[in-house]
Structure formats: structure tokens, C-alpha cells
T-cell receptor, first 116, second 111 residues
């Protein structure tokens, strides 16, 4: 159990377009989901915490108007990169927890975004 | 602000060798510490999770220890195999229940 999927696994887009990434908990209900970004050969950096039915909490330095997060159900959170630019190219990974933020986070396989 | 450091950044060993990966953190007020494995271009696989009240956890050839007071954890891999080649990430859950990751150790086990 505790499988998290992401779609798409990779995406290439032109500068200025918007890209939506989905994160789904397949066999459990996730009260909270997290979005991370990982640049090449660097570690994961938390971007935001997403709670079902409420606004996401963004980490310092992350633009909430650029990275739109929607957690409409207990099994789905989406991250939309608006007006993407080459510097947004990165590996985006989500994680989900069952009950509270102290629980084990189950990670998705990641989405590779390349902005041309 | 919690900072997590992993040493070494990269490691290359011959097959069969026992090895130790190190992780240190600056704030001892952690909820738990977790070791992950990441293969190139892939997501994370959780290896071991140590609660703040625990000293170590074991799973197969892996053993992780935690010394919260000194801000250190080690991941011990016994009898390394080429399939162990990956990046190993250490992460602490801080007092606000957020995971703070180290930059990882890239391990190569040579046949």
C-alpha cells in the first residue's frame, strides 16, 4: 500500500506556457501533500504544503502566483507552473501523508520539466 | 534554521566492501530522521526511519544510527553490491513537521 503517482513523468514546453502536474495517492486518502523541487545534483527543496480543501502554504522564496497548487480531493493535488521559463526546468516531486504531517511521507516518482 | 549535511558527497567502492555514509544536522530538536535512496531520474525510496527516541534501525544489510544530541546519523551498508549504486539522501523532520534534506551521497559500487 501507500502508492503515490505523478503525471506526467516528463514534459517539455515552450517558454511562457503553463504546465500542470498531478499528484495522486492511489490506495489511501492523503490529508496533506507536499511539493518539492530538485535541481540537478542538488537535494530536494520543499516548495509548499498542500492540505485538502484549504490554501497551500508556501515556503519562503516560492512565488505562490507562479506555482499554483490545488488540493481538491483527498487523493489529488495539482501543481501548475504558470508562464514557465527555462529557469523553472527542474525535477518536481510530490509526497503524501495519510493522517497528519508527522506521518511517513510517501513519495511520487517525480516529473521532469524542461522549458525551452 | 535546520541544516543537513552529508559526507562524503560521492563515494566509489569495490563490490563487497562495508561502508558508512554520514549525515549531520544543526538543530537537535527533530521529530525523526529518515534515509532514502534515489536512482537517477527517479523518485525516492524510503530505506529506514528512526524516531527521535530511537538509537538505530536495521533492515537487511542496512543499519542506521541516530545520535540526536550530537546531531549525527550514519547509514551502514554491509557487503555492498553494484545494485546499491544510487544517491542516498538523509532527511530530518523538524519541529514544524517539515522534511529537511541533505544534498546526498552518490554511491558507486564497482563490480
Amino acid at each position: 500500500g501507500a502508492v503515490v503517482s505523478q503525471h506526467p513523468s516528463w514534459v517539455i514546453c515552450k517558454s511562457g506556457t503553463s504546465v500542470k502536474i498531478e499528484c495522486r495517492s492511489l490506495d489511501f486518502q492523503a490529508t496533506t501533500m507536499f511539493w518539492y523541487r530538485q535541481f540537478p545534483k542538488q537535494s530536494l527543496m520543499l516548495m509548499a504544503t498542500s492540505n485538502e480543501g484549504s490554501k497551500a502554504t508556501y515556503e519562503q522564496g516560492v512565488e505562490k502566483d507562479k506555482f499554483l497548487i490545488n488540493h481538491a480531493s483527498l487523493t489529488l493535488s495539482t501543481l501548475t507552473v504558470t508562464s514557465a521559463h527555462p529557469e523553472d526546468s527542474s525535477f518536481y516531486i510530490c509526497s503524501a501523508v495519510r493522517h497528519s504531517t508527522t506521518d511517513t511521507q510517501y513519495f511520487g516518482p517525480g516529473t521532469r520539466l524542461t522549458v525551452l | 534554521k535546520q541544516e543537513v549535511t552529508q559526507i562524503p558527497a560521492a563515494l566509489s567502492v569495490p563490490e563487497g566492501e562495508n561502508l558508512v555514509l554520514n549525515c549531520s544536522f544543526t538543530d537537535s530538536a527533530i521529530y525523526n530522521l529518515q534515509w532514502f535512496r534515489q536512482d537517477p531520474g527517479k523518485g525516492l525510496t524510503s530505506l529506514l526511519l528512526i524516531q527521535s527516541s530511537q538509537r538505530e534501525q536495521t533492515s537487511g544489510r542496512l543499519n542506521a544510527s541516530l545520535d540526536k544530541s550530537s546531531g549525527r546519523s550514519t547509514l551502514y551498508i554491509a557487503a555492498s553490491q553494484p545494485g546499491d549504486s544510487a544517491t542516498y539522501l538523509c532527511a530530518v523532520m523538524d519541529s514544524s513537521y517539515k522534511l529537511i534534506f541533505g544534498s546526498g551521497t552518490r554511491l558507486l559500487v564497482r563490480p
